[in-house]
């Protein structure tokens, strides 16, 4: 039985220095915008969230309340888990958390930072570099769907398939 995974880049930020730390950051009008836009696609593709891990910053906080409001799913933040362990956290983290998370209903939504985002798309989805992603295959507010078929040990470059993605500017 296969099962969808979404990993997602929080949208973009602001970065006038208003707050006081990095974590702090939140999103700028073009990220909210973004952010609602991601939520719209969700919902069209049929790839609607039924949970979310996420990051515990200001920004990625933001996101994921946005990408309901993008979708007129205003219970979508009553279904994340805020994790502090994913702030600016590397890819093998990232899959940590997604494979502890086993029983959580799919789809399932992970919002993070990078590099951990994209070093986590590029390991189980390697074929996207040799189709041309590289060039920057995780701006912000970037997504990539993926099927995964269920295996105890969690996702692994044999068992995910690269399914569709999206970026801001293309939801323009």
Not at 55 to 71: A, P, Y
Not at 100 to 119: F, I, Q, W
Not at 142 to 150: D, N, P, R, S, T
């Amino acid at each position: 039985m296969a099962s969808v995974l979404l990993l997602m880049r929080h949208a973009k930020s602001d970065w006038s220095g208003a707050q006081d730390s990095d974590f702090d950051r939140p999103l700028n009008r073009r990220g909210i915008r973004a952010a609602r836009n991601v939520g719209c696609w969700l919902r069209e593709n049929d790839f609607q969230p039924a949970a979310v891990l996420s990051s515990s910053s200001v920004r990625t906080r933001q996101t994921v309340d946005h990408l309901g409001l993008g979708c007129d799913d205003p219970a979508l933040p009553n279904r994340t888990r805020w994790l502090d362990a994913l702030y600016l956290a590397d890819s093998g983290t990232v899959l940590s958390a997604i494979t502890a998370a086993h029983s959580m209903s799919t789809p399932l939504l992970v919002v993070g930072h990078n590099p951990g985002m994209e070093d986590l798309v590029t390991y189980l989805a390697p074929e996207l570099l040799k189709r041309g992603e590289y060039r920057k295959l995780m701006p912000t507010g970037a997504i990539y769907v993926l099927e995964m078929m269920k295996n105890r040990g969690g996702p692994t470059p044999s068992t995910v398939r690269f399914l569709s993605h999206t970026r801001p500017r293309q939801l323009e």
